[in-house]
């Protein structure tokens, strides 16, 4: 029997398993030298674009790491053995190892108070410079880094309008109190008569700020060694010249109800937001 229609006997045992898996003997390090290592998953988060998603290429290394939720060892394990089995055969692209990201969130909930408290404190700092970002003061509007709309996913779906550029906050909320409204015209002969009992409460002198618009833990990315540091903030998409206040309100939103991260950290890296309540009543009626 030739190669080509020899059989091939496969068992799970063979295959190779465990969260964290190097191939040294793969080109990647032949090419590159055995000093070089594989892109840590911190770093491939990093290293995504805003809005992007799929695989992230590292041109330096001729590399491209496939990364997201939804990748499992599997794939990878059945890549190894139709490779190793059938090199000739079937062409299927090479795989140089793979590890499984810990999850930010279970790495924070890793970290003793002390710990927590001093990335906090980082992140405050890092907080501080992020409006050292200043607009032209003749030239101020709420909208993406690029006067594009914002993209806080708040208020962006396929069924609502674009979220500005907005000229004002006060602009800014008319248009979010505008959103609550739709669907009510049909009882309401004048629509600017629909009432919003909260639209007095939003700030409408409220500073305009840069803002990242995603303060969760899993977007915090802190070292692996001590002494713990952040490494880097992640998934930008969502950032731009928003008030003051949303940073704050959307951090609170997105965290666990009543949760140590809501009551004891948050406050540590941003100032609390006296409008939250009324806030939190457009983010709700919109669905989110």
Same mark, same amino acid.
């Given at each position: 029997? /030739?190669?080509?229609? !020899?059989?091939?006997?496969?068992?799970?045992?063979?295959?190779?398993?465990? @969260?964290?898996?190097?191939?040294?003997?793969?080109?990647?390090?032949? !090419?590159?030298?055995?000093?070089?290592?594989?892109?840590?998953?911190?770093?491939?988060?990093?290293?995504? !674009? =805003?809005?992007?998603?799929?695989?992230? +290429?590292?041109?330096?290394?001729?590399?491209?790491?496939?990364?997201?939720?939804?990748?499992?060892?599997?794939?990878?394990?059945?890549?190894?053995?139709?490779? !190793?089995? &059938?090199?000739?055969?079937?062409?299927?692209?090479?795989? %140089?190892?793979?590890?499984? /990201?810990?999850?930010?969130?279970? *790495?924070?909930?890793?970290? @003793?108070?002390?710990? *927590?408290?001093?990335?906090?404190?980082?992140?405050?700092?890092?907080?501080?410079?992020?409006?050292?970002?200043? +607009?032209?003061?003749?030239? +101020?509007?709420?909208?993406?880094?690029?006067?594009?709309?914002?993209?806080?996913?708040?208020?962006?779906?396929?069924?609502?309008?674009?979220?500005?550029?907005?000229?004002?906050?006060?602009?800014?909320?008319?248009?979010? @109190?505008?959103?609550?409204?739709?669907?009510?015209?049909?009882?309401?002969? /004048?629509?600017?008569?629909?009432?919003?009992?909260? *639209?007095?409460?939003?700030?409408?002198?409220?500073?305009?700020?840069?803002?990242?618009?995603? &303060?969760?833990?899993?977007?915090?990315?802190?070292?692996?060694?001590?002494?713990?540091?952040?490494?880097?903030?992640?998934?930008?998409?969502?950032?731009?010249?928003?008030?003051?206040?949303?940073?704050?309100?959307?951090?609170?939103?997105?965290?666990? =109800?009543?949760?140590?991260?809501?009551?004891?950290?948050?406050?540590?890296?941003?100032?609390?937001?006296?409008? %939250?309540?009324?806030?939190?009543?457009?983010? +709700?009626?919109?669905?989110?």
């Amino acid at each position: 029997m /030739d190669n080509e229609n !020899r059989h091939h006997e496969i068992s799970v045992g063979m295959l190779p398993s465990g @969260s964290s898996v190097v191939f040294k003997e793969s080109t990647y390090f032949l !090419r590159n030298g055995p000093g070089i290592s594989l892109p840590l998953p911190a770093e491939v988060r990093a290293h995504q !674009r =805003p809005g992007q998603y799929g695989p992230v +290429q590292f041109k330096s290394l001729n590399l491209l790491v496939k990364y997201g939720k939804d990748i499992t060892i599997a794939e990878g394990q059945c890549l190894w053995a139709l490779r !190793r089995f &059938l090199p000739s055969q079937v062409p299927v692209p090479e795989v %140089y190892g793979w590890c499984e /990201d810990n999850n930010e969130k279970k *790495r924070w909930e890793s970290l @003793s108070t002390q710990e *927590r408290e001093t990335v906090c404190d980082q992140l405050r700092a890092m907080l501080l410079a992020l409006r050292n970002l200043q +607009q032209d003061p003749k030239d +101020q509007f709420l909208g993406h880094i690029n006067r594009q709309p914002l993209l806080d996913i708040v208020f962006t779906d396929d069924t609502k309008p674009s979220a500005g550029p907005f000229a004002s906050v006060k602009e800014f909320h008319n248009w979010l @109190s505008y959103l609550t409204k739709q669907g009510k015209e049909i009882h309401w002969p /004048d629509p600017s008569q629909i009432p919003d009992p909260f *639209r007095h409460l939003l700030p409408d002198n409220s500073p305009i700020t840069f803002t990242h618009a995603d &303060l969760h833990p899993s977007n915090i990315i802190v070292s692996i060694d001590k002494p713990y540091r952040i490494v880097a903030i992640i998934d930008w998409h969502q950032s731009g010249w928003y008030p003051e206040y949303w940073e704050y309100c959307k951090a609170v939103f997105t965290a666990d =109800p009543n949760g140590e991260w809501e009551t004891e950290y948050i406050p540590r890296f941003l100032k609390i937001a006296d409008c %939250y309540d009324a806030w939190s009543y457009y983010p +709700q009626t919109l669905g989110y």
